[in-house]
């Protein structure tokens, strides 16, 4: 009987310019420090000063280490890393402690700098959702987790940043004073990436954070024209916590009432002063740059558990599922729109957890000619569990599915999953989502198999 295969190789990491990341040693791959982030055909790897990328396909022979300009006076480090990538547009975003994100070419060059909030950036997370039957709007972003703190960039307004980036440059509008500013200023050169945040923090900080999507606006306010989204965050006080995110601070009536009362009220009070004491002649220094004023987080719900406390979340591609891992080896899944427990899994410590979508309706009809395509309806939802104690992967299907799935794994592994793709069209072939095992010690990279 021939030995079933699980996964299929793809290609091999393993290469010199590891050597500064700790490749070779024992546990190398296990550094929390490590940050490591994946695109279908590259993989970003970084530690606290440097980032490399690497392409493991064949066709794919990247190598390119970047060093970012970091202040040595606040000991900043790289804290999150993640590409974006718009059709032919592939990027690399650095996170650091000091709460800037940092753009940056594949040929290694800054585009674009801009500090988010003066905390350590936790996580990048880049999603979307298409206009379908089940979605009414679409919409794709980037979602900066920081302790306590949510912000979300639009997807379309970082393409429109990049995509004048590369027109310059390949119209050969980019000179060389360019390159000789200060990283500061070149970080600017495009404007500032306009964003929302929120401060999440009334249940204590969060360990992670993600935006789950558009959600109804509250009774009081029904026919706003706002948009309202639905955070979730995890940490050490409440297990799971959430949101509902006002677009701005000024969507609520009272913040209305408010935005137009306290700057008159402000004005007036100035302007006796200014009468009563004089007009001060001292001309104020040039302030440093400040981030924007949150907007309005209404608290829905918590979850309190001591001592357990939240570790890491995972979204599925619609955002309506979550899986949570906590410190007590549990692993929760959260129906994100009713937000409800709907399943628990125990024994699971320092797991990992991705959604990926299998292959299980492959003996229909349709799929008898051998140019059979399959189509959305093909595949179903299951959530893949790394649990490196055990040294398994195993695969559930949602939402009260059987395990489908369970192997063994090389230890020092990890499961990745590529980036999500901005502006993909509906149109095109469906492209399920797959979850990649890497190897740490070997540096092979393999894809787990789509069917059961």
Partial sequence: MAKRTHTTELGNIACEELDELGAGKEGWFDDPNLLCALDTQSLALANRSVIVVLGWADSDGTRLKIRPELSPIEAEFVSAVEWLVFDEIRVVVAGTSSGYLLFFSLDGDLIHKQIVYPKRIIRLRVRGTKRDLTHETSSEEVCVVMPGIVARFDGSDIQNMLHQWFEDTESQFWDQTLKKRGSDDFGHSYGKLPYQSWSVSKYGTCADAAITGIMLPPLMEIQSTGHYFCGITVGEDAVISAFRLSEDNNRSLVGAILSKVVPVTFSTIASLSKMILGSDQTSPKKS???PQPFAQASPLTCLKDFPRKGEKLTLSPSGTLAAITD???????????ALVIVRLWKGYRDASCLFVEMLVKKDTAASNSSYYEPTKSDYCLCLVIHAPRKGIVEIWQMRTGPRLR??????????LQPTYRFGSSIASPYVPLEVFLLNGDSGQISVLSRTL
Avoid at 327 to 337: A, F, K, N, Y
């Fill in 406 to 415: 369970a192997f063994q794994c090389a230890k020092g592994s990890k499961i």
């Fill in 327 to 337: 410190s007590l080896g549990r692993i929760l899944l959260l129906d994100t729109q």
């Fill in 288 to 290: 440093e740059e400040k």
